[in-house]
């Protein structure tokens, strides 16, 4: 295992560039040649205790992908841990390949560098990762949350993450329509995994329309049967006129060649890091009259969860009862945004980085 610490001398476009610029505290480089494990766990901020975030399974591009992928998720977390209120810093994890190469060896032999970090890092699923792969996990570490019920752990996250996402989508129509009804609404949810699922549920049931878009095809048949959702081709997704657009896969939706395609009044759903250039489309969203409900934000629900587990405080409607201040704070910070004509975005990193710096005049890095 390399440690990559950010404290070394940095350099314009290095590794160690990336880290100082998004300062991180570390990056931890993970190999295994008999399993073929290789990833990587980005340490954000552990002012507020350990750095807690998923590990997810991507068959990446390349290295340089992942790690781009791992600095930003973790970084992500440090501001969404913060905005929910939650004693925790900012952490993720990247497995690099095809999630099929998962067994027992492979996800154990990532739990035992889980555990080398001495509980600095503690993880629970993410994109490609399921709660039977953490039963794997912990059996090397303590470090570990989102078990299976059966396992004393909370299940699933997905259900509270998609709440969380609903009460910020719910949020932002307060504040774009005047009312925080989504009856008649036409929502566009990009992506129907476990989030995207729970969440069109929410949708159907205030008596939104929805449009479906994602590129495995027969959980899009599977979803629109159940829902009476419409299917629409990906690409086609960013041109159609809707209230509320709802990204919900993998992050970068917003970028440069589909920001002035967008037709909607809202953007707000259960991505990370939805804005390829947080700064950039942050502000452009705002020029355009877009509110924009910051994703580290709403989509918190699963990491409330999981916290309550990991301190083993876990009471699902405590959770619940949690995740729906979700729905308060994000008006806070659309108003805080056009009070002082700043992007949502940004408005949401000051309120976390403020409380960050105050507990860290309290209390020493994890």
């Known amino acids: 295992?390399?440690?990559?610490?950010?404290?070394?001398?940095v350099r314009e476009g290095s590794i160690f560039g990336q880290i100082s610029t998004m300062d991180h505290e570390q990056l931890v480089v993970c190999h295994d040649q008999a399993t073929g494990l290789k990833a990587l766990i980005g340490i954000h901020n552990t002012t507020l205790g350990p750095a807690l975030g998923g590990t997810r399974m991507w068959p990446y591009a390349s290295d340089a992908d992942a790690i781009t992928d791992v600095l930003r998720l973790s970084r992500g977390m440090t501001f969404k841990n913060s905005l929910a209120g939650l004693n925790l810093g900012g952490g993720?994890?990247?497995i690099i390949g095809d999630p099929k190469?998962?067994?027992e060896a492979f996800l154990r032999r990532f739990g035992r560098f889980v555990e080398s970090l001495g509980g600095r890092y503690v993880t629970a699923e993410d994109v490609n990762m399921k709660t039977s792969d953490m039963e794997y996990i912990a059996m090397e570490t303590r470090h570990v949350t989102g078990l299976p019920q059966l396992k004393g752990g909370a299940g699933d996250p997905s259900p509270v993450t998609a709440y969380g996402v609903y009460m910020g989508i719910k949020a932002a129509a307060k504040k774009a329509f005047g009312s925080d009804s989504l009856a008649g609404?036409?929502?566009g949810v990009q992506g129907v995994g476990q989030v995207g699922k729970y969440l069109i549920e929410y949708l159907v049931k205030e008596g939104a329309e929805i449009l479906i878009t994602d590129i495995f095809e027969d959980k899009l048949r599977e979803i629109s049967k159940a829902t009476g959702a419409t299917v629409v081709d990906p690409n086609v997704i960013y041109d159609l006129p809707?209230?509320?657009y709802a990204p919900c896969a993998l992050g970068a939706t917003i970028n440069d060649e589909t920001i002035d395609r967008l037709k909607c009044a809202v953007v707000a759903g259960g991505a990370n890091n939805q804005l390829k250039d947080e700064g950039k489309h942050g502000r452009?969203?705002?020029d355009k009259g877009i509110v924009y409900a910051p994703d580290f934000l709403i989509n918190a629900g699963g990491v409330i969860n999981v916290g309550a587990e990991y301190f083993g405080d876990y009471h699902r409607e405590t959770v619940f009862s949690q995740t729906e201040k979700i729905y308060d704070t994000c008006l806070t910070i659309l108003e805080k945004s056009e009070k002082e004509n700043i992007a949502a975005q940004q408005a949401?990193?000051?309120?976390a980085k403020a409380r960050i710096e105050a507990m860290g005049r309290v209390?020493?890095?994890f």
């Not at 949401?348 to 309120?351: L, N, Q, S, W, Y």
């Open 185 to 187: 609404k036409k929502i």
């Open 92 to 94: 993720k994890a990247v």
């Open 101 to 103: 190469l998962k067994n």
């Open 363 to 365: 209390k020493l890095s």
């Open 242 to 244: 809707m209230d509320i």
């Open 1 to 9: 295992m390399l440690e990559i610490n950010a404290t070394e001398t």
């Open 348 to 351: 949401a990193i000051d309120v």
């Open 284 to 286: 452009i969203l705002m």
